[in-house]
């Protein structure tokens, strides 16, 4: 059986072994180059643009501008916010943003073209911070659009939050800050494409391909049919390969030359070029009663979302969504506003706004057991949401809420490094706790997913999918999902994946949504491969009523008989015909309420709950985190291998957001200057796999990949806090941070 089997992952030894061509590496004999032209200044008005010097430099063939784009230029992925000029057309709204494409015949003379073209400005005056933003007589970032600066407003009302607040026998608040992060993906977004017959074929690195060939139809102005899109293989994307990067550069060179083209980004154009982590401010008031029972919360946030959209409407949306966390908040009163501003656009970054958010109501909640003189796991356990009962939109949780089974499993561990925890002469420790909840798949808006299932004449069976595998493992899941229901090895299954030709739409690799919806459009592909099967079986034999079943491998009938499927297969090709399935699957869910915020954004929700052991050095404000303890409620475990993997990677990137990582244009612009986690940073991590079955999911599962991230700074940052003797409120816990806490507490004990 393939559920619950602990699998390598698809591609693992390619990758080990260093044979997988990723889109960085798809560059042939005889491909053209292209590098792009990136604005030194923002805003500002592009008063003309030369191409003169740089084609009359050698093997430079072509420089494109935004004149040459035959379609539409404004594209993204969210169809009530395209506003991403990927040429910059008149005014360039951010620093580094596109505003020529140079094509040559090598790299070297495409980057010597890039740094000839001429592009004169006028210089425009700008906005850099959200508050700014939203004042009356900003300069706005979109002239032409209605709104002014304001992308986004999301409220969450329930009950009468200032009236539970006022009566609440305990009060906290206090204000959290994140910073804009880089996504820091191993491989750089590269890619190539070429026109053949009539179409333009992009391979790159990415997220959604057919999101992708959607766009890039629009940016040339032809039939999506005219486009074909293949995934390449893809080194991490994080959310960051959801938008469009260099595919548009691609495809509109290839149009025009009807030639092959490469393109790939240098880690420092990376940095430039594409999207961050939303930085959030976030106001809190929490309330308890005298027993600790949460009683209200008002809550104020506020996002940038830099000079594009992006992802930044679902971000801000799903910030407010989970401003309550995983806690039974009766009165609630939340606003969450998205601003424009000149600053980097910023988009998808795994956990869409919550583990920014975490960092805010697990921050409360340990104010709250300080205030009322309780352990923060018991007060968290008795707010936890359980079955029954409603979050903070009103749905109604029926199944798959397992918060207090990951806090119980944490509790023998949480207590032990309690009592542990020491400090001498010239350190401190600490030991500390989180909590999340994420709903899974995108919020409040249909996000279907589609599968094929195909069951050969030489008894191989074909799994058709457009789920992108970005190193989060739903290639093996699938198939794993796949050859539990057929009742056969999930090594008689192959799998094509991520080609717009060869496979119908899976939805985006994001919101941790794979193996929860692309695993119940696999099921629903078996179920209908089944169905055909046994129709085809009745046909061949000529007992239209005969009972038969797909029950471990075999179509299996009442009487004893037992029928391969590749007979069957074999029967359908000689009629013309294939023995192929195909499913999709849609999460129940409903839109929220424009006023009120109520209603039933997702169908299931991951619950998960960490604790952080850390080391703080007082003579340097150094921070090391000893040990990280995670507990995951996964539904149902498919890889237990790959959830523990992604897990301990979550953990990782968590402890880059705690504590190191802040995105600076122009300061951190490589991995020299912009600092990320490596393995002498790294702590013992105790992955603890929980499952609380969600009904709705493939065998009761639903998804880890962004939970695993989402409670780590919150729990790093209550460590730190506990050892310092402060709450530290705003990431990165800088060194320079945690010594002014340490000094600020040496002052207040001498007083």
């Given at each position: 059986m393939s559920l619950g089997r602990s699998m390598i992952r698809v591609g693992a030894e390619e990758r080990v072994r260093g044979r997988t061509i990723f889109g960085y590496d798809l560059e042939r004999p005889g491909d053209l180059h292209l590098a792009a032209v990136r604005a030194d200044q923002a805003p500002a008005r592009i008063l003309a643009i030369d191409p003169g010097p740089a084609l009359a430099l050698p093997g430079v063939l072509r420089v494109f501008t935004a004149a040459d784009i035959p379609g539409e230029n404004r594209l993204g992925i969210i169809a009530s916010t395209r506003d991403h000029e990927f040429l910059a057309q008149e005014l360039v709204r951010q620093e580094g943003q596109a505003v020529a494409v140079v094509a040559a015949r090598t790299l070297a003379q495409a980057q010597a073209g890039a740094r000839a073209v001429v592009v004169r400005y006028q210089p425009l005056p700008g906005v850099f911070d959200p508050a700014q933003a939203l004042r009356e007589g900003a300069p706005l970032v979109h002239p032409e659009r209605p709104g002014g600066n304001l992308l986004h407003e999301r409220r969450i009302l329930r009950g009468d939050a200032e009236?539970?607040?006022?009566?609440?026998?305990?009060?906290?608040?206090?204000?959290?800050?994140?910073?804009?992060?880089?996504?820091?993906?191993?491989?750089?977004?590269?890619g190539r494409a070429e026109y053949v017959d009539g179409r333009v074929v992009v391979a790159a690195c990415t997220q959604n391909p057919h999101y992708d060939r959607q766009d890039l139809s629009r940016f040339l102005g032809v039939e999506p049919e005219r486009v074909r899109v293949i995934q390449a293989e893809t080194g991490g994307g994080f959310g960051g390969k959801l938008d469009l990067s260099l595919q548009p550069f691609l495809?509109?060179?290839?149009?025009?030359?009807?030639?092959?083209?490469?393109?790939?980004?240098?880690?420092?154009?990376?940095?430039?070029?594409?999207?961050?982590?939303?930085?959030?401010?976030?106001?809190?008031?929490?309330?308890?009663?005298?027993?600790?029972?949460?009683?209200?919360?008002?809550?104020?946030?506020?996002?940038?979302?830099?000079?594009?959209?992006?992802?930044?409407?679902?971000?801000?949306?799903?910030?407010?969504?989970?401003?309550?966390?995983?806690?039974?908040?009766?009165?609630?009163?939340?606003?969450?506003?998205?601003?424009?501003?000149?600053?980097?656009?910023?988009?998808?970054?795994?956990?869409?706004?919550?583990?920014?958010?975490?960092?805010?109501?697990?921050?409360?909640?340990?104010?709250?057991?300080?205030?009322?003189?309780?352990?923060?796991?018991?007060?968290?356990?008795?707010?936890?949401?359980?079955?029954?009962?409603?979050?903070?939109?009103?749905?109604?949780?029926?199944?798959?809420?397992?918060?207090?089974?990951?806090?119980?499993?944490l509790r023998p561990i949480y207590r032990r490094w309690q009592a542990r925890a020491a400090s001498g002469e010239d350190f401190r420790e600490g030991v500390g706790l989180a909590a999340m909840f994420y709903g899974i798949g995108n919020t409040g808006v249909s996000n279907p997913s589609t599968a094929q299932?195909?069951?050969?004449?030489?008894?191989?069976?074909?799994?058709?999918?457009?789920?992108?595998?970005?190193?989060?493992?739903?290639?093996?899941?699938?198939?794993?999902?796949?050859?539990?229901?057929?009742?056969?090895p999930v090594e008689e299954i192959d799998l094509c994946r991520g080609d717009t030709d060869r496979t119908t739409n899976a939805g985006a690799t994001s919101a941790s949504r794979q193996t929860y919806i692309s695993g119940n459009a696999v099921l629903a592909a078996a179920d209908n491969l089944e169905m055909q099967l046994v129709q085809a079986a009745r046909q061949m034999l000529g007992q239209h009523h005969l009972e038969l079943e797909l029950r471990g491998g075999r179509l299996a009938a009442l009487d004893g008989r037992r029928l391969e499927p590749a007979q069957v297969a074999r029967y359908l090709a000689g009629q013309g015909q294939r023995a192929r399935g195909a499913g999709r699957f849609d999460p129940n869910f409903s839109g929220l309420d424009p006023d009120t915020g109520q209603g039933r954004p997702y169908a299931a929700y991951a619950f998960a709950a960490q604790c952080a052991w850390v080391r703080v050095d007082t003579d340097s404000g150094l921070v090391r985190v000893k040990e990280?303890?995670?507990?995951?409620?996964?539904?149902?475990?498919?890889?237990?291998?790959?959830v523990m993997g992604q897990i301990c990677g979550g953990v990782a990137m968590g402890l880059g957001m705690a504590l190191m990582e802040q995105f600076r244009?122009?300061?951190?612009?490589?991995?020299?200057?912009?600092?990320i986690p490596t393995f002498l940073d790294a702590?013992?991590?105790?992955?603890?796999?929980?499952?609380?079955?969600?009904?709705?999911?493939?065998?009761?599962?639903?998804?880890?990949?962004?939970?695993?991230?989402?409670?780590?700074?919150?729990?790093?940052?209550?460590?730190?806090?506990?050892?310092v003797g402060r709450p530290l409120r705003h990431l990165p816990i800088s060194l320079e941070r945690v010594m002014a806490a340490l000094t600020h507490e040496e002052a207040e004990h001498a007083n």
């Open positions: 009236a539970a607040l006022r009566d609440s026998a305990v009060v906290v608040e206090a204000t959290y800050t994140t910073s804009p992060l880089e996504h820091c993906a191993l491989e750089l977004e590269g495809a509109l060179a290839a149009w025009h030359l009807k030639r092959p083209v490469c393109m790939r980004y240098t880690r420092e154009e990376s940095f430039r070029a594409t999207s961050k982590r939303h930085p959030l401010v976030m106001h809190f008031i929490t309330g308890a009663d005298e027993q600790g029972r949460l009683t209200g919360l008002q809550a104020r946030i506020l996002c940038d979302t830099g000079a594009f959209a992006s992802y930044g409407l679902a971000v801000n949306m799903r910030a407010a969504v989970h401003a309550s966390g995983p806690y039974l908040v009766p009165h609630l009163d939340v606003v969450s506003r998205a601003a424009y501003t000149n600053n980097p656009f910023t988009g998808a970054m795994r956990g869409f706004g919550v583990p920014q958010i975490a960092l805010a109501h697990e921050g409360q909640m340990d104010a709250l057991a300080l205030a009322l003189g309780r352990d923060p796991l018991d007060l968290r356990l008795q707010n936890a949401l359980r079955n029954g009962q409603a979050t903070g939109t009103g749905q109604v949780l029926r199944s798959g809420v397992g918060l207090a089974r990951c806090l119980e499993r299932l195909e069951w050969g004449a030489d008894g191989r069976v074909t799994l058709f999918t457009g789920a992108a595998e970005i190193g989060q493992g739903s290639d093996t899941v699938l198939r794993q999902l796949a050859a539990t229901r057929l009742g056969i990280v303890a995670a507990a995951h409620d996964v539904g149902r475990a498919i890889n237990p291998r790959g244009f122009g300061q951190t612009d490589n991995l020299h200057r912009y600092h702590p013992r991590i105790t992955p603890l796999i929980v499952e609380e079955a969600e009904e709705t999911g493939p065998y009761g599962a639903k998804g880890v990949g962004e939970p695993a991230l989402i409670p780590t700074a919150p729990a790093v940052a209550a460590a730190v806090g506990r050892a």
